[in-house]
């Protein structure tokens, strides 16, 4: 699979950007999809994240709680992150992540190393 994000961009503080990630294909039973961030010089975290089997009980990080937006148009195949009132500490280069689950165990977090497809990134820049 393949998964391209684009969006990201640079804005101000207080203002709103909105992520998609298109992936090439979406056939499977069971899921795990999500974004995740890195900022230079620490470890890439968890942003938002749901499983398909249970799309609205999505993970949301606490320091993005009411703010960001996880979202799945599935006739496009695309996901979507839309983020508002952006603070500097967002800045960062935004991944999606993908997370097949082929015999049992189906998975519903949001930890980076559980995640194998990824996309190349998109950067978001936050100026105070």
């Known amino acids: 699979v393949q998964l391209v994000e684009s969006g990201g961009g640079l804005v101000q503080a207080g203002g709103s950007l909105r992520l998609s990630c298109a992936a090439s294909?979406?056939?499977?039973?069971?899921?795990?999809i999500g974004w995740f961030r890195q900022a230079p010089g620490k470890e890439r975290e968890g942003v938002s994240c749901?499983?398909?089997?249970?799309?609205?009980?999505?993970y949301y990080a606490d320091s993005v709680k009411d703010r960001f937006t996880i979202s799945m148009d599935n006739d496009k195949n695309t996901l979507y992150l839309q983020m508002n009132n952006l603070k500097p500490e967002d800045a960062a280069v935004y991944y999606c992540?993908?997370?097949?689950?082929?015999?049992?165990?189906?998975?519903?977090?949001?930890?980076?190393?559980?995640?194998?497809?990824w996309g190349q990134g998109t950067q978001v820049t936050v100026s105070s």
């Open positions: 992540a993908l997370r097949v689950t082929y015999w049992s165990g189906t998975y519903y977090g949001c930890r980076p190393n559980e995640y194998d497809q």
């Open positions: 294909s979406l056939y499977y039973d069971d899921y795990a």
């Open positions: 749901f499983n398909n089997r249970s799309p609205l009980n999505a």
